[in-house]
């Protein structure tokens, strides 16, 4: 595609619930990274992958959150039984081999768990 | 681990006046460095990096930051700021066989008429 592209781009969830988002990145980008973003935290790593490896998971705050990346292209994030503090705009981004390469941003999907 | 630390969440700077934003790196081997803008109600985009072929680098928008070695330091600079300049600016780095990128917390800059 042209750009990278996350969805949904907004979504409101009640508290305890599963969520999926959803990042599809440009073609041909083999790393592909997840970054969550809330108010003065700037941009926190949570995870990428390589093709469909995740090298690093470190970023991953807890165990109900977990990354998958299937056919080296689109990446679900998901996130289970949904708290407040999981508020947030996650950011997708990808680049054509990592390390040094520019990378591409989407626009974000802002979570709300209310 | 691999750090940045951007001193300063908020600057404030006269139209006309110099641009300066502080990055420095924890990496002891100089690394990859990266300055990111990300305008109101937009996504991130690459403002300019650095990979060891100069130490200047020149970026969109007349902006240019330098590599420091001695100082760790990768601050950016814009001569004369203008009101279009306004946004949020994340300094990153990663380290050299890492694709792992790390981001700053990042300074908004504001631009006063």
């Known amino acids: 595609g042209a750009g990278v592209s996350q969805s949904p781009s907004n979504k409101v969830t009640e508290k305890g619930k599963d969520v999926e988002l959803r990042c599809d990145p440009i073609s041909g980008h083999t790393a592909l990274y997840w970054y969550r973003q809330s108010l003065g935290q700037g941009l926190e790593f949570l995870i990428y992958f390589q093709g469909n490896s995740a090298p690093d998971k470190s970023g991953l705050p807890s165990d109900r959150f977990s990354a998958e990346r299937t056919g080296g292209s689109v990446s679900t994030l998901t996130i289970q039984r949904t708290q407040q503090e999981d508020s947030a705009v996650y950011l997708c981004?990808?680049?054509?081999?990592?390390?040094?390469?520019?990378?591409?941003f989407g626009q974000g999907t802002r979570l709300t768990v209310v | 681990a691999q750090s940045v630390t951007q001193l300063g969440s908020h600057v404030s700077v006269s139209e006309g006046a110099l641009v300066l934003l502080r990055c420095n790196y924890s990496?002891?081997?100089?690394?990859?460095l990266f300055w990111y803008v990300q305008y109101p109600n937009q996504g991130l985009q690459l403002l300019l990096k650095?990979?060891?072929?100069?130490?200047l680098v020149k970026g969109i928008n007349g902006f240019e930051a330098e590599f420091k070695k001695s100082e760790t330091s990768f601050h950016l600079t814009k001569p004369s700021a203008h009101m279009s300049d306004a946004a949020e600016y994340f300094c990153a780095v990663s380290d050299l066989g890492d694709d792992k990128i790390i981001f700053g917390k990042g300074t908004r800059l504001h631009i006063l008429p």
């Open positions: 981004a990808s680049s054509t081999r990592g390390g040094g390469s520019e990378a591409f």
């Open positions: 650095y990979t060891s072929a100069a130490t």
């Open positions: 990496s002891s081997v100089p690394p990859y």
